[in-house]
Structure formats: C-alpha cells, structure tokens
C-alpha cells in the first residue's frame, strides 16, 4: 500500500532505542530520534533522492486507529521525513540552518505518498527483522539484538529452537544473547551500577559466552529453555556478579582488571582456578592471577601425564585381569573421574 507521513507513527517499541526512554507520545519519539540518532546525511540523501520504492516501509495498523500504522522498520527514514516535514519542530529543537535548508528544498519538491507493507501484526515481521537485522544485511548492535529476543520471549516465545528459525540464528547465539539480557537485568533488580555494563553489552555477552564465567556465576545453560533462565545467576551467587561487573568493567572507585576483551577466555580460566580466583580478589591485579594460574596448570599437566603413563602401563597385562573385581573397580573409578573431567572441560 502506499501511505503519506501523516498517517505514520514511530514506534516506541524500536530495540534501538535506549531502555527506559520514556517518550510516550510521538512528539518525544521524535525529539529523541532528531538529538540521537545521526538523521542529517539520511535526510540529505532523501532530499536529494527522492525515497526508493525498493525500500519500503514495514508497518503494523495501529491499534486505537485504523487509519494510522506503526512503523516497525524504518523508523530513522519516517524520522527524517516528519523532519523535513516540519519546520516547526527543526526551529524548536534548533536543529540548525542544514535542516532548515533541507526542509525548505523538501517543501519544494512536494510531500510523497510512500511504499509500507503492512502485516497484521507484529509477530507476523518477526521472521523478517529477525533476518535483516540477527543474521542478514544490517545487523542491530549486540544489546539491541538481546532485547528483541528478550521481548520474542516475553511475547510467548518458550524454546530457542523456535527464536533461533524465526530469526535466522544459532540457538546458541539466541540463548547467549538472551542469558546475557536476563544477567543484565538481574543487576539492576539488585541496583548495581550498569552504566559501563550497557555501554560495552558486546564485551559483557562474550563474558556471558564463557564456560568459564557462566560456571563461577552458577549458570547452566545447558538444554534450558527461556523459562529455565529468567534469572539465570542462582541467589547464592548473586554477590560473585558484582565482582565480576567490577571486574570487567570499573567503577568510578575502582579500575577493571582486564583491559582487552580477547582476556575473557584467560579471566573464565582464573575464575575457575582456586588459588588464582583467591589472587585476584586480594590483589585485583588480572597478570598476578594469570601467573597463580600458570603455577596451576602446570600441577595439573604433570598429575595428566603421570595418569596417562601409568595407564598405558596397565594397559600391558590388563587383559589377563578381566575377572579380577579389584581391577575392575579401579577401572570405574578410572572412568568416573575420565567423565567428570570431560563434562568440566566441555563447554555448556
């Protein structure tokens, strides 16, 4: 269908705006977009363009009026085109001569009627943002893709396998991101300072990726479901997230222990290292840690070694024991530890 700009509203629900916004009505949406959102190249090239058929606008019908629709996707372009459409609002939010200028060339060329496709409802575009902006052509950043699937979940969805098609994803990818969205939100539950968190979601969802982080928060992931990980840090671990916020991201008293993110998986390591994880918290000082770690790793490679020796020592005159009960219960005891070490080593 075609619509004008009047008939079109912005959605207040776009995952690329900032949590918590509070812009209820369209005139604050639009404020909000106009001072953040970078719309003066956008609105310059639909000045000098025209608007392409080929990218049409994605809307659903508004629910209190059935004349009015609500941008799903294209939200910066509808900016831009109420922009240019309102010299008003341009001289009240003082947006400057460029968009005065913009606005009056738009003027002259006339207002357009423009391409929406509307679908009935939102779930119906879920598939197809999923696809452009998960795993296709303009992919959203990493906290606006975790809130998308957060509100797939709160609108009903109850298995990644299904997000993971509908958006054209992994599962894994879809619970990591979702495990990291609830992780978040449990540290505002608690009040901790998230400011950095929010800033750097990209750093926090590859800590959140870690077996090794997900294992000192108590986290399991394994074969749950969104239900399963609405508040993924069990209570007794709740105070280890606060350490580890601070870890990777400061505080206004207190510098971050890592400096790189390629760190994570060295941090996941010494979390899960007694004498290392004791280090880091009396010192706060990450190479102090790694070098405790070091000392570790080295115990543990000869205990593996001298395993596997004596293994392949018992391995020479074994078949001549099959019916000793003493040989076979060492060998189930021998077994036993093999899989506990497989199961730690193997990531969730």
């Avoid at 608007?51 to 609500?70: G, M, N, Q, T």
């Avoid at 998960?134 to 709160?154: M, Q």
């Avoid at 222990?257 to 009396?282: C, F, K, N, Y």
Wanted: with cysteine; aromatic share 6%.
């Amino acid at each position: 269908m075609r619509a004008t700009i009047d008939q079109l509203d912005l959605d207040p629900k776009n995952p690329r705006l900032p949590e918590g916004h509070g812009a209820t009505t369209q005139s604050a949406l639009l404020q909000l977009m106009a001072l953040d959102y970078s719309l003066g190249e956008l609105a310059r090239s639909l000045v000098d363009n025209g608007y392409f058929e080929e990218e049409p606008l994605v809307a659903v019908p508004a629910k209190k009026s059935p004349d009015r629709y609500v941008v799903v996707e294209g939200n910066r372009r509808l900016a831009a085109l109420q922009l240019l459409s309102r010299p008003d609002v341009i001289r009240a939010l003082r947006l400057g001569a460029d968009w005065d200028e913009l606005s009056a060339e738009w003027a002259s060329h006339g207002a357009p009627d423009l391409p929406v496709l509307v679908y009935p409802d939102r779930r119906y575009v879920t598939p197809f943002l999923g696809f452009r902006h998960i795993s296709g052509v303009k992919p959203w950043e990493p906290p606006e893709k975790a809130r998308f699937i957060n509100d797939l979940v709160e609108a009903g969805a109850d298995r990644f396998a299904n997000i993971a098609r509908e958006v054209g994803s992994t599962v894994q990818s879809v619970r990591d991101s979702y495990v990291a969205y609830r992780v978040l939100t449990q540290a505002r539950e608690l009040e901790l300072d998230t400011n950095r968190l929010e800033d750097s979601f990209g750093v926090f969802l590859r800590a959140m990726s870690s077996s090794g982080v997900k294992t000192f928060l108590g986290i399991e992931t394994r074969g749950r479901e969104p239900a399963e990980l609405r508040a993924p840090v069990p209570h007794d671990h709740l105070d280890r997230l606060s350490e580890l916020l601070v870890w990777l991201f400061g505080t206004e008293d207190a510098r971050k222990v890592i400096q790189d993110s390629r760190d994570i998986t060295s941090l996941g390591r010494v979390l899960t290292s007694p004498s290392a994880l004791e280090t880091l918290r009396a010192t706060d000082d990450f190479t102090l840690a790694l070098d405790a770690l070091k000392g570790e790793e080295e115990t543990v490679l000869e205990s593996l070694r001298r395993a596997s020796f004596q293994l392949d020592e018992a391995k020479r005159g074994i078949d001549r024991q099959a019916g000793n009960q003493q040989v076979r219960d060492l060998v189930a005891r021998c077994r036993l530890s093999i899989d506990t070490i497989s199961k730690i080593l193997t990531p969730s």
